[in-house]
């Protein structure tokens, strides 16, 4: 084999190899926290809900362009969703902070893949604003939220 082209192959790789480097530090890695939803809060990570005890979910903790994808799957007797917002108080809640950040009603045995960019740092809430069996109040209001917190 010609040595100009084995020197070309091997500076290709190389310029290859750096670009693959500098990308993997411009964008953090994937996170793909598990959650299951039930009456009313979110079990994952280690977290599980217990009798008589504050509901919730669990902490999410990403990195600022990490994409998280979070798989939801509802083994609740009620419909329930996942949707990132900034203030968990906010009377109506019908968009998420980051594109993509929320799912449809996921009914009873079903399961949902939410996947979104953690494009900016701060705290935030995921929750479930759905009134189904609640109604007036929202499934969050049952303490059906967890804290998702994305870090620089």
Do not use: W
Not at 11 to 24: D, E, K, P
Not at 45 to 72: C, E, H, M, S, W
Request: aromatic share 8%.
């Amino acid at each position: 084999m010609n040595k100009g082209i084995i020197i070309a192959i091997v500076a290709v790789i190389a310029v290859v190899g750096a670009v693959g480097t500098f990308l993997n530090l411009q964008s953090p890695q994937a996170i793909t926290p598990n959650l299951v939803a039930k009456e009313f809060g979110f079990e994952g990570l280690g977290y599980k809900l217990a009798d008589n005890q504050f509901k919730g979910g669990p902490t999410i903790q990403a990195k600022v362009g990490q994409t998280v994808r979070i798989v939801l799957k509802n083994e609740g007797t009620l419909e329930h969703e996942f949707m990132v917002v900034e203030d968990l108080m906010a009377e109506m809640q019908h968009e998420s902070v980051f594109e993509g950040a929320m799912s449809e009603a996921t009914k009873p045995g079903q399961t949902s893949t939410i996947t979104f960019k953690a494009e900016k740092p701060g705290k935030y809430f995921y929750g479930c604003f759905l009134d189904e069996g609640t109604k007036p109040e929202k499934h969050a209001d049952k303490g059906m939220f967890g804290e998702l917190v994305v870090e620089d």
